[in-house]
């Protein structure tokens, strides 16, 4: 079954405007932890931001910020006054427990594209 | 500064000869991690190791093999490589089991002629 489920393949946004990026997750586990990194073409894979289950308040950093709706089981990436360099891969994850550590799992991704 | 460095950028291999991939940290994190990415799909773990020990996924074929001979380095092994394995590898640290943020590498695209 999907856990981590981005219903975006693709999303365009004018420069300096906000965007939301869709996640949806699924697990039993109390204890998880959600992330977003992104991927430009080069490849590399960037941690943008983190959201603990039992965090109380959303997580930002600079111009990310995660919209956590622990009952909805969503955790959108708001990416507020767009910049061209943004443009690329944005993949959501989640933290799930193996044994004695944990390993993240991945969205199928979205792909943005920022107009000038 | 990169932390977590992955050796080549970009392998060419020929069918069903071994390759190796390189990745080393310089963050002394006791995890590491292999993931495949083939093109347009999210990353897939393949196995990580928490210090010594090793975590094979149960899907990872038996063609991947991985040495992590200290805390720094860690290798991945394709024994033969197929048209299938062409990938792009990226290799990631964690501090600690919780692993809040990992950090990745550059990846090693892999092309198999």
């Known amino acids: 079954a999907q856990k981590i489920t981005q219903t975006q393949p693709g999303m365009f946004v004018q420069e300096k405007e906000a965007v939301t990026l869709d996640c949806t997750y699924d697990?039993?586990?109390?204890?998880?932890?959600l992330f977003w990194y992104k991927q430009p073409s080069s490849g590399e894979m960037i941690f943008l931001i983190y959201q603990g289950s039992y965090d109380q308040q959303n997580a930002t950093e600079g111009r990310y910020s995660l919209n956590f709706q622990k009952a909805r089981k969503s955790a959108n990436l708001v990416i507020s006054a767009s910049q061209l360099g943004d443009s690329a891969m944005y993949f959501c994850?989640?933290?799930?427990?193996?044994?004695?550590?944990?390993?993240?799992?991945f969205g199928s991704g979205t792909r943005l594209l920022v107009r000038p | 500064d990169a932390m977590v460095i992955q050796n080549p950028r970009y392998q060419v291999t020929q069918f069903g000869k071994p390759v190796t991939l390189s990745c080393s940290q310089t963050l002394n994190h006791n995890v590491m991690y292999w993931y495949q990415q083939k093109s347009s799909q999210a990353p897939k773990l393949l196995f990580h190791?928490?210090?010594?020990?090793?975590?094979n996924e149960a899907d990872t074929p038996d063609n991947f093999q991985s040495r992590r001979p200290n805390t720094s380095f860690c290798f991945l092994d394709i024994r033969s490589p197929g048209l299938g394995d062409a990938a792009m590898y990226l290799c990631?640290?964690?501090?600690?089991?919780?692993?809040?943020?990992?950090?990745f590498g550059s990846g090693t695209q892999l092309s198999v002629l």
């Open positions: 990631a640290t964690a501090h600690g089991p919780t692993n809040e943020k990992l950090l």
């Open positions: 994850a989640m933290r799930e427990r193996m044994d004695s550590s944990y390993k993240l799992i």
């Open positions: 190791y928490y210090d010594k020990d090793f975590n």
């Open positions: 697990t039993s586990d109390p204890s998880y932890g």
